[in-house]
C-alpha cells in the first residue's frame, strides 16, 4: 500500500522535525552573534558546575566543570555540527557509498584499466618518494607516454595486452579493514600526535575514519542488486557499464544507507566526544557538544551538562531518522 | 568451493601481517618513545638531586635505554635520510623489522618494555577476561536486536513502538562512558541501588559454579552497558529493512495468503533483510573493542581494552603490535566468516566468474 | 546451587542496608592504586605504586619518616657522619644496624650496599632510572674492622648529600653473586665502562643471574629485608602483600616509624576512574582512598553516612602549579612582556575554581609556612591594567585593531600554551588566560597534547607558554634542576639562566649555614619575582579518606600521602551497633 505523496497528508511529527532541524541551522548559522549573557569558551571561576538557576548568576542551563555555560556550549555546539559534523558524515557517506558501489559492482575482474595510466601512477610515486636515479624516471614516463600513443588509434581495438584489470574489490575491501582493524583510537592518536589540524584538516580526518562502514554496507547491498534481472535487462538493453552503474544500480545498493546515516552521524560526535575526553585534536576553546559531554567524566554528579547536549542529540537524531523515514516511503516504491 | 575459501584465508593472513608491519614501523616512527615513561620525569622537584642533571646526561640515559631495548638499530632495510630530499640508505638485516620478523617466525612475540615479560603471558590473561564479555555483548545484543526489530517492524505502531523508538535512538546518541556512569551510579551507589558486587576475587577453593556465579556477578554491569551501547546500531537498520520487506510484493501474496503479520515477518521478510544485519554485525567488532576500552577502566576490569590503551600510551610496542596482530586477525577472520555466511544465505551471491 | 544464590542476594540487599561489621586484626587493610605498578624491580620503579610497594618488600639505609616529612634511618642504625674531602667530594659515614639480616638469616653487610652500587652500573639491566640517580656515589670504602661500617665517596657538595646517599632499595650480594666476583671490581670502574665494550665476565654471569630471577614479576626469587611479601598479584587488577611472621625488626625494642609495620596483609585494588573509586569506598570494596580530588571530595563528605563511616585529612602538599614561559622567544625575551602576560591569570579564581579554595597560594617556589619563605614579597594577583602598562613599558604598541606590536614588526603578540591533556585542572587555566588575554588584546592558542609528545615539545623549546604541575618535596631545595643553565635542554623547560642566577643556585645548593642560606633564599625567590621565567600559582593539597575504624593513619604532605605500613584494624572489634 503506498501513501499519494501529498505534502498535506504528512504527518506533525514530519512539520516539527523539519521545524527542529530549521531552529539548529538557524542557531548554528547565527551563534557568533547572538546577545548571550557569557561567551561560550570563558571560564566563570566562581560559578564552576553550577546548577541551572533561572535567576540570579544567568547560567540559564548550569555551567560545566570546566567553568563554561551551557547554553552558550549548546548554540557553539550547533555551529559546529553544521560546519563540522554534518558536513563529515555526508563526505564520509558519499565516498563509502561510491567506493562500495564500485566494489560491489565490477569485483574483482571485470575493471579494466589502460596500462598508461599505471605507468604514469608510477612515475608520480617514484618523483613523489624520491627514489634514487632520475633517469629510470623519464624513462618510464616516455614509455607511458608511448603507449598512451599506441592507445588512442583506437580504443574498442587497443590489444588486451595493453589493458590491465583492476583488483577494485580487493583493494576497497583491504583498506577498509586495514581502517576497521587497527583500533580507532589508536589510529587517530597517531594521526593526531602532531600539530593540531586545521577544520579541512579535521573534516578529512573524520571521513577517513567513517566512510568504511557506509563503504561494507552499500558494497554488501550492491552484490545483491547485481544478481537482479533489471540489471541483466539493462546489459542487454546495450547501455554502457558506467551508465548502469550510475542510474539504476547505485540508487538500489544505497538505500540501507537512508537508515544508517542519521546513526553515522551520532557516531562522528561520540568519536568527537572520545576525542575531547582524550584531549586531542581541539583546545576547550572549541566547543562543541561531544567536548561537553566528555567534561562530565570529570564531575559525574553534573547531570544538566549531560542533559543539554544529550537531549539536543536525541531530538536532531530523531528529526533525521523521520525525515529519513518520510523520503523513503514518499519517494521510492 | 574449498579453494576460494583457502585463497581467502592465505589473503587474510597475508593482510594481517602487511597490517602489523604497518603498526609497527609507524608506532616507532612517531615522536616520544618508551624512555619518557622509564625514565625519571625532567624537571620534576620531588628527588632531591646531587649532581646536576645536564642535556647531555640525560641523552645518555635515553641512549643507554635505547640499546638495551634494541631500539638504536635502524627501523627497516631502507631508511631515508633526515630533511625533505634525504637520501635512501641500504642497511641489510641489522635492521628492528628484520628482527622482529625472525623472532615471530620463531613462535616469539616479544618482551614488553616495561617490565621484560613474553607479550602473550601478558595478553593471555587478559584475554580470558576480555573474551567471554566481548562474545557475551555480542550475541546478547544480536539476540536481542532480532526481537526488538521484529517488535518495531509491525505496521499498526502504536505509543510504545515509537517510544521504543525513541528510546533506542536515545541510547545511540550517548557516549558509551556517560552511559557506563551512569549506569555505575545508578545500580553501583549506596544511595541510590547497591547490586553491584564487591571487587575482589572469589575464594581460592570455589567450585566451578561459584566461580562463574563471581564472574557473571562482577561481569554484568559492564555487559548491560556494552549490549545497551550497541543495540540500536543493530536494530534500528534491521527494523528499517524489515518494513521495507513488508512493502514488497511476496508480502502481500503471503498476507493474501492467510498468514498473519508475524509469520510473513518472521518466515519470509527477515531472511531477505539479515544481510545487511551480517555486515553490521561483522562491523561489530571494532565498535566492541573500543567500547570494551572504556568499559574495563570505568568497572576496573584487567581486559585486553586496558592492557592495550596502557601500552600505546606508554610507547611499549611489542605489546601494541601484538594487539594489533590479534585484532586484525580476529577482524580478518570474522570477515571471512562472514563472506561465507553471505554464500550460505543468498544462493544469488556465489561467485560464478 | 539455588542457595547460593538465594543467599547472595539477601547479603547483597543486606549489605546494602547496614554499616560495614567490625573487623578483624588480621583482615586486610585496602587501598586504592590509581595504576599497575607494572614491574616490582627493585632497580626501575616507574611510577608511584612500584616505588610504594618497594617500600613494602626492600629497605633502604634511610627512609621518609611521613610524620615528621624528613629522612629517618632504617637500615642505618643512626644518621649518618659528613666530612669533606679536596673540594667536591663528600664523604658520608654510615654503620648498619647490627640486627637487619635477609630472610635467610644472613645479616646485612656493606658488601651488599657495594654490590647493590655496582648492579645500577650493569648493563643490560632495566637500572637506567637509578644510574642517573645515583651516579654521583663513586665508592664506597668498606671499614676492614667493622663489615658493617662503610663509607660514600660522593662526587657533590649538595647540602643534602647525606639525605639523597641513602636512598635506594638494598639487594643482596649473597644469592646474586655467591662467589663475590664483583668485589675485585672497583664501583668507578664499572660507572666508566664504555658502552662499546663489552662487558666483564663476571658482570655478565650477574647479569644473566639476575635476569633469570625475574624480579619484575617474581620478587619474592631474593630474600628482602622489608616487612612484606608479595603474596598474590593479578596485573591491573589487585597487589597483595603479606607480613612476614619473622622480622628482623620485630626484635627492637623501641622500633621508628619507618620500622614499624602493623597490618598482617595490604591489599592494593587498582581502579583507574575516580569516580568508580569513590563508589567503592562508600560502598566498603576499599579502605583508604588516597589523593582524592577536590570534588569528590566533596561530594564524599557529603554523603549521609559519611560521618560514621570514614575520616577525611586534607594537608597541604609540595605540589606546584605553574604557568612557564619561554625565555629564549624573540617576544618574550624582555621580562617586562612576561611581567605582564603574568599579570592575566588569576591565581585566586583558578585556586577557587579548581580546588576549591584549598590550597596555598604563593610568592616563589617554596610554600607559606618555610622557614625560608620570603613574606615581604607581594603575591601575585589578577591585574590586567598593570599588564596593559608593563607592555607600554617594554615597547609594545596597541594598534587599532586592539592587538599589540611591537616597533619595526608587523607580528602581533600572539602566544601558544601547551599542556598535558589529562588533567582538567590545565584547561581551566588556559581557558582563563585566553579570556582574560582576549580583553586585553592578546592572541592566546591552545595547544593540548598527550603527555610524551608536550615533553618532547617542552624539552625542545617548542612553545611559548605552559601550564605544569610540579611535584616537589621540602627535603630537597635544589633549583638548580629546572633554573640552572646547564639543565637547558634537559629540567630546564624555560631556558633561563644567567651567570649570576647560576652562581646564586649553586650556592643555595651547598650552603649549610642557616641564616646564610635564608638570606640566599630570600633573595631567589625575589629573583624569580622580577624575572618572572615561571610563574607559581599555587600549591595544592593532599587528600585523604579512610575507614573510621582504621587506625593510626598518618596523613603526609609528601608523596603518596599516607604511610600504609602503620595502618591497623583495632586490636579488639568495636561492638556492632
Known amino acids: 500500500m503506498n501513501a499519494a505523496p501529498l505534502s498535506s497528508r504528512r504527518p506533525l511529527a514530519c512539520w516539527l522535525a523539519f521545524a527542529w532541524l530549521a531552529l539548529l541551522a538557524g542557531a548554528g548559522l547565527l551563534a557568533p552573534w547572538l546577545p548571550l549573557p557569557y561567551a561560550a569558551a570563558t571560564p566563570d571561576l566562581l560559578h564552576v558546575a553550577a546548577p541551572p538557576s533561572w535567576a540570579g548568576t544567568g547560567h540559564y542551563l548550569g555551567t560545566d566543570p570546566l567553568g563554561r555555560d551551557v547554553l552558550a556550549g549548546l548554540l557553539a555546539g550547533a555551529r559546529r555540527l553544521l560546519l563540522l559534523s554534518l558536513p563529515a558524515t555526508a563526505l564520509a557517506t558519499t565516498v563509502g557509498a561510491l567506493a562500495g558501489a564500485a566494489a560491489g559492482f565490477w569485483g574483482n575482474r571485470h575493471l579494466r584499466l589502460p596500462l598508461a595510466a599505471v605507468a604514469a601512477a608510477l612515475a608520480v610515486a617514484w618523483w613523489g618518494l624520491a627514489l634514487p636515479g632520475p633517469v629510470v624516471l623519464y624513462i618510464i614516463l616516455a614509455l607511458a607516454g608511448l603507449l598512451s600513443l599506441l592507445q588512442w588509434r583506437g580504443p574498442r581495438a587497443a590489444a588486451p595486452w595493453l589493458m590491465i584489470t583492476l583488483p577494485l574489490d580487493s583493494l576497497v575491501l583491504g583498506l577498509t579493514t586495514l581502517l576497521g582493524s587497527v583500533p580507532r583510537l589508536i589510529l587517530l592518536v597517531a594521526v593526531l600526535a602532531g600539530p593540531p589540524l586545521t577544520q579541512p584538516q579535521l573534516l578529512g580526518v573524520f571521513t577517513v575514519v567513517a566512510w568504511p562502514e557506509t563503504a561494507r554496507l552499500v558494497r554488501a547491498q550492491m552484490l545483491r542488486v547485481r544478481a537482479q534481472p533489471f540489471i541483466e535487462a539493462a546489459r542487454a538493453s546495450g547501455l554502457p557499464t558506467g551508465r548502469i552503474w550510475w542510474h539504476h544500480a547505485l540508487p538500489h545498493a544505497c538505500r540501507p544507507l537512508l537508515a544508517y546515516a542519521p546513526l553515522s552521524l551520532a557516531g562522528l560526535i561520540s568519536l568527537e566526544s572520545a576525542l575531547a575526553f582524550l584531549g586531542i585534536g581541539q583546545g576547550p576553546d572549541v566547543v562543541s557538544w561531544g567536548g561537553l559531554l566528555a567534561s562530565v567524566r570529570q564531575d559525574p554528579t553534573v547531570w544538566w551538562v549531560a542533559a543539554g547536549p544529550g537531549i539536543a542529540l536525541l531530538v536532531t537524531l530523531l528529526a533525521l531518522q523521520k525525515i529519513a523515514n518520510s523520503a523513503r516511503y514518499s519517494g521510492s516504491s | ?353 | ?577
Open chain 3, 1 to 577: 546451587m539455588k542457595y547460593f544464590w538465594l543467599g547472595s542476594l539477601f547479603a547483597l540487599l543486606g549489605g546494602a542496608c547496614s554499616s560495614p561489621p567490625a573487623k578483624l586484626t588480621s583482615a586486610p587493610v585496602r587501598i586504592r592504586w590509581v595504576r599497575d605498578p607494572e614491574t616490582l624491580d627493585p632497580l626501575a620503579l616507574p611510577n608511584q605504586s612500584a616505588v610504594d610497594a618497594s617500600n613494602l618488600l626492600h629497605l633502604s639505609l634511610l627512609q621518609v619518616d611521613y610524620e615528621k616529612n624528613a629522612y629517618a634511618p632504617a637500615l642505618a642504625a643512626g644518621w649518618p657522619q659528613l666530612s669533606y674531602q679536596g673540594d667536591s667530594l663528600t664523604l658520608v659515614h654510615y654503620e648498619l644496624r647490627s640486627a637487619a639480616a635477609w630472610d635467610d638469616g644472613h645479616p646485612v653487610l656493606a658488601s651488599d650496599i657495594d654490590f647493590t652500587l655496582k648492579l645500577m652500573h650493569c648493563p643490560g639491566l632495566p637500572n637506567e632510572n637509578s644510574r642517573e640517580q645515583y651516579g654521583f656515589i663513586r665508592q664506597v670504602r668498606i671499614d676492614a674492622a667493622n663489615p658493617r661500617r662503610f663509607t660514600l665517596v660522593c662526587r657533590s657538595r649538595s647540602a643534602e648529600t647525606a639525605a639523597i646517599s641513602g636512598d635506594f632499595p638494598v639487594l643482596p650480594e649473597a644469592s646474586l653473586d655467591p662467589a663475590h666476583t664483583l668485589r675485585r671490581l672497583p664501583l668507578a670502574t664499572l660507572q666508566d665502562w664504555p658502552a662499546t665494550r663489552p662487558p666483564d665476565p663476571a658482570v655478565a654471569a650477574v647479569v644473566q643471574r639476575y635476569q633469570r630471577a625475574n624480579l619484575a614479576r617474581q620478587p619474592s626469587h631474593l630474600p628482602g629485608c622489608g616487612p612484606y611479601r608479595l603474596a598474590s598479584w593479578q596485573p591491573n587488577h589487585e597487589v597483595r602483600f603479606e607480613r612476614k611472621a619473622h622480622w628482623w625488626a620485630d626484635k627492637l625494642p623501641a622500633p621508628p616509624l619507618v620500622l614499624q609495620a602493623r597490618p598482617h596483609a595490604l591489599v592494593y585494588e587498582i581502579l583507574p576512574d575516580d569516580a568508580a573509586a569513590a563508589l567503592a569506598l562508600r560502598r566498603h570494596d576499599i579502605d583508604v582512598y588516597p589523593q582524592v580530588p577536590a570534588r569528590i571530595f566533596k561530594q564524599l563528605q557529603a554523603a549521609p553516612t559519611a560521618k560514621e563511616d570514614f575520616v577525611f585529612y586534607t594537608k597541604q602538599s609540595y605540589d606546584i602549579l605553574m604557568v612557564g614561559f619561554n625565555t629564549q622567544r624573540a617576544t618574550l625575551r624582555d621580562r617586562r612582556t612576561r611581567l605582564a602576560l603574568s599579570r592575566l591569570l588569576d591565581p585566586v579564581g583558578l585556586l577557587a575554581a579548581t580546588q576549591l579554595g584549598q590550597g596555598a597560594r604563593t610568592v616563589g617556589l617554596l610554600p607559606p609556612g618555610n622557614q625560608f619563605y620570603n613574606d615581604s614579597l607581594p603575591l601575585p594577583t589578577y591585574a590586567p591594567a598593570q599588564a596593559m602598562t608593563l607592555l607600554q613599558q617594554a615597547g609594545w604598541h596597541r594598534g587599532a585593531d586592539g592587538h599589540w606590536r611591537q616597533a619595526g614588526s608587523a607580528a602581533p603578540l600572539a602566544v601558544a600554551l601547551r599542556y598535558r591533556a589529562e588533567d582538567a585542572t590545565f584547561a581551566t587555566v588556559g581557558l582563563q588566560f585566553q579570556a582574560a588575554a582576549a580583553q586585553v588584546g592578546i592572541a592566546v592558542t591552545l595547544l593540548p597534547g598527550e603527555s610524551t609528545v608536550i615533553s618532547s615539545y617542552l624539552q625542545a623549546g617548542d612553545f611559548d607558554m605552559y601550564v605544569r604541575l610540579i611535584k616537589g618535596s621540602p627535603l630537597g631545595l635544589n633549583f638548580a634542576t629546572i633554573l640552572h643553565s646547564q639543565a637547558i635542554g634537559a629540567g630546564n623547560f624555560t631556558r633561563f639562566g644567567r651567570p649570576d642566577t647560576d652562581r646564586l643556585l649553586e650556592a643555595i645548593a651547598t650552603e649549610g649555614n642557616l641564616p646564610r642560606k635564608r638570606r640566599l633564599l630570600r633573595r631567589f625567590q625575589a629573583l624569580l619575582q622580577e624575572e618572572m621565567p615561571l610563574l607559581p600559582l599555587f600549591f595544592l593539597p593532599y587528600r585523604l579518606a579512610a575507614s573510621r575504624q582504621l587506625q593510626h593513619v598518618v596523613a603526609s604532605r609528601l608523596k603518596p600521602g599516607y604511610t600504609a605500613a602503620a595502618l591497623a584494624w583495632p586490636a579488639t572489634p568495636a561492638p556492632a551497633h
Open chain 2, 1 to 353: 568451493m574449498t579453494g576460494w575459501l583457502v585463497a581467502r584465508l592465505g589473503r587474510a593472513l597475508g593482510a594481517a601481517w602487511l597490517i602489523a608491519s604497518l603498526v609497527f614501523m609507524v608506532s616507532r616512527a612517531l615522536p616520544g618513545g618508551p624512555e619518557q615513561q622509564a625514565l625519571p620525569e625532567a624537571g620534576d622537584l620531588s628527588r632531591p638531586t646531587a649532581s646536576m642533571v645536564s642535556a647531555a646526561s640525560q641523552a645518555a640515559s635515553q641512549q643507554a635505554l635505547r640499546q638495551r631495548l634494541g631500539l638504536n638499530l635502524p627501523l627497516f632495510y631502507v631508511t631515508r635520510g633526515p630533511g625533505p630530499r634525504g637520501q635512501w640508505q641500504w642497511h641489510g638485516a641489522a635492521n628492528q623489522y628484520h628482527a622482529w620478523v625472525r623472532s615471530l617466525l620463531h613462535g616469539n612475540w616479544g618482551y614488553s618494555y616495561r617490565n621484560g615479560q613474553p607479550v602473550l603471558a601478558l595478553v593471555r590473561p587478559a584475554l580470558a577476561t576480555t573474551l567471554p564479555l566481548a562474545s557475551a555483548a555480542a550475541l546478547l545484543a544480536a539476540g536481542l536486536a532480532l526481537l526488538l526489530a521484529l517488535y518495531l517492524a509491525r505496521t499498526p505502531g502504536g505509543w510504545w513502538q515509537q517510544l521504543v523508538w525513541a528510546g533506542l535512538s536515545g541510547l545511540q546518541v550517548m557516549p558509551l562512558f556517560l552511559l557506563a556512569l551512569g549506569l555505575l551510579l545508578l545500580l553501583a551507589n549506596p544511595d541510590v541501588l547497591n547490586l553491584l558486587p564487591a571487587a575482589g576475587q572469589a575464594p581460592p577453593d570455589s567450585t566451578a559454579g561459584q566461580l562463574a556465579g563471581y564472574w557473571l556477578a562482577r561481569a554484568a554491569l559492564p555487559l548491560l552497558s556494552l549490549v545497551l551501547a550497541v543495540l540500536p546500531e543493530l536494530t534500528l537498520p534491521l527494523a528499517a529493512a524489515l518494513r521495507h520487506e513488508t512493502q514488497a510484493g511476496y508480502a502481500t501474496t503471503a498476507r493474501a495468503k492467510g498468514l498473519t503479520a508475524a509469520q510473513v515477518l518472521r518466515r519470509h521478510a527477515l531472511p531477505n533483510a539479515l544481510l545487511p544485519l551480517l555486515t553490521t554485525f561483522t562491523d561489530l567488532l571494532p565498535t566492541l573493542a573500543a567500547g570494551v576500552v572504556v568499559v574495563e577502566v570505568l568497572f576496573a576490569l584487567p581486559g585486553t581494552g586496558r592492557l592495550l590503551a596502557e601500552a600505546a600510551a606508554a610507547h611499549d610496542y611489542p605489546l601494541v603490535v601484538a594487539g594489533v596482530l590479534l585484532t586484525a586477525g580476529a577482524r580478518l577472520l570474522a570477515l571471512v566468516l562472514a563472506d561465507v555466511l553471505y554464500l550460505l544465505l543468498d544462493p544469488r551471491l556465489r561467485p560464478t566468474a
